[in-house]
């Protein structure tokens, strides 16, 4: 045989090969997603149950506010994008008044409780701000899919089911987008 011979066979049996493949990858996936589906319910549930400590000094748990919309927003006092969206997390805070609730995750800083408390008061924030534990914060966040990055916020809706992890700076436009449908009958 040819030297192309052996190509065209190759190409053949790579076609087959990568048919095949495809066809046991399509399989497997259909096999592990409710595996997937499941670890992603434990994990929400788990994230419901965790005892967080407030810099008010209540404890709170995600569960608490079933029958809301939740909004959990990873921030830290260090980062512009964090501190330019509180606004906007203080206005939904009014704008939807109990039919939302935002709670803010100190994240990846550990700064005085007092300097913090400051810190609120000072960008008006009306929220409950978790504090405390950095454990509890980072368990938190693993439960709720993760935090690459700051700003983070995740979105829960009134069943306790996490729709949807937002990374970066949300705008006014932008949160009703993902806020309004969760709030309608």
């Known amino acids: ?12 049996f790579r076609r087959w090969q990568l048919f095949w493949q495809m066809v046991v990858v399509v399989g497997a996936s259909l096999l592990v997603e409710p595996a997937v589906a499941l670890a992603w319910d434990r ?3 788990n994230a419901m149950d965790i005892s967080l400590d407030t810099v008010t000094g209540e404890t709170i748990r995600l569960a608490d506010f079933r029958g809301r919309v939740v909004l959990v927003n990873f921030w830290a006092t260090w980062c512009p994008p ?21 709670i803010g995750v100190d994240y990846m800083e550990r700064p005085d409780r007092k300097d913090l408390s400051a810190a609120m008061r000072q960008l008006e924030i009306n929220y409950p701000v978790v504090y405390g534990d950095a454990n509890k914060a980072q368990d938190l966040a693993r439960a709720l899919g993760g935090v690459p990055g700051l700003p983070t916020t995740i979105i829960i809706d009134r069943h306790g089911n996490r729709v949807r992890n937002y990374i970066g700076e949300l705008n006014e436009t932008l949160l009703r ?8 009958p």
């Open 177 to 184: 987008q993902l806020v309004d449908p969760l709030l309608e």
């Open 1 to 12: 045989m040819t030297m192309s011979g052996w190509i065209r066979i190759g190409g053949r």
């Open 82 to 102: 964090c501190l330019r969206e509180i606004p906007v997390f203080v206005r939904a805070q009014q704008r939807y008044g109990g039919k939302l609730v935002v």
């Open 43 to 45: 994990a929400n549930t």
